[in-house]
T-cell receptor
Framework: DVKVTQSSRYLVKRTGEKVFLECVQD?????MFWYRQDPGLGLRLIYF???????EKGDIPEGYSVSREKKERFSLILESASTNQTSMYLC????????????FGEGSWLTVV | QKEVEQDPGPLSVPEGAIVSLNCTYS??????FMWYRQYSRKGPELLMY????GNKEDGRFTAQVDKSSKYISLFIRDSQPSDSATYLC????????????FGKGTKLSVKP
């Protein structure tokens, strides 16, 4: 069974804090993704990675960075959290070269106060 | 025009009804079409995918693609309260590498 695990389900952080969201997948997938989901805006891609140490900007990368040091782990970093980054963050993974095997984690609900 | 458009609903139907969920898209290069189901406070789960035009059936679910109209549909037969969720259509963005562009989702409620 495919498993994408987001270690933190609910977080409350203060404005200006550095925030780390961690994601681990156990299916040896090459591709990993970070999306955010907001009411009325749907899912929007922040960053994705095709391989270890590789990253590509998605549609809304501003204010975020990512790290992929190991194949199974993809971290999203908010360098200085702001209230407009309050959102649900979803990690996903997929097999390289495929468009029909994207699996999502349960989501991380981040509130920035 | 947005690349993928989906009516957000909400859509409320009685148990046993046939449900029709739809998306339109603007990019004629899209070839893969996915439907995800998302329960409240959970991540989306892949429900069905189709390649190119035609129909695909899986139990009570049928996915339909009309590439000439740039229109895709998901039909749910004999809907159940457990089908209450948000349904998102999705298409690969920029080739087959798998980063998807999503519709905004239609919230469905099936009343017992």
């Amino acid at each position: 069974d495919v498993k994408v695990t987001q270690s933190s389900r609910y977080l409350v952080k203060r404005t200006g804090e550095k925030v780390f969201l961690e994601c681990v997948q156990d299916m040896d997938h090459e591709n990993m993704f970070w999306y955010r989901q907001d009411p009325g805006l749907g899912l929007r891609l922040i960053y994705f990675s095709y391989d270890v140490k590789m990253k590509e900007k998605g549609d809304i990368p501003e204010g975020y960075s990512v790290s992929r040091e190991k194949k199974e782990r993809f971290s999203l970093i908010l360098e200085s959290a702001s209230t407009n980054q309050t959102s649900m963050y979803l990690c996903a993974s997929s097999v390289a070269g495929t468009a029909n095997t994207i699996y999502f984690g349960e989501g991380s609900w981040l509130t920035v106060v | 025009q947005k690349e993928v458009e989906q009516d957000p609903g909400p859509l409320s139907v009685p148990e046993g009804a046939i449900v029709s969920l739809n998306c339109t898209y603007s990019n004629s290069a899209f070839q893969y079409f996915m439907w995800y189901r998302q329960y409240s406070r959970k991540g989306p789960e892949l429900l069905m995918y189709t390649y190119s035009s035609g129909n695909k059936e899986d139990g009570r679910f049928t996915a339909q693609v009309d590439k000439s109209s740039k229109y895709i549909s998901l039909f749910i037969r004999d809907s159940q309260p457990s089908d209450s969720a948000t349904y998102l259509c999705a298409m690969p963005h920029g080739g087959s590498q798998g980063n998807l562009i999503f519709g905004k989702g239609t919230k469905l409620s099936v009343k017992p």
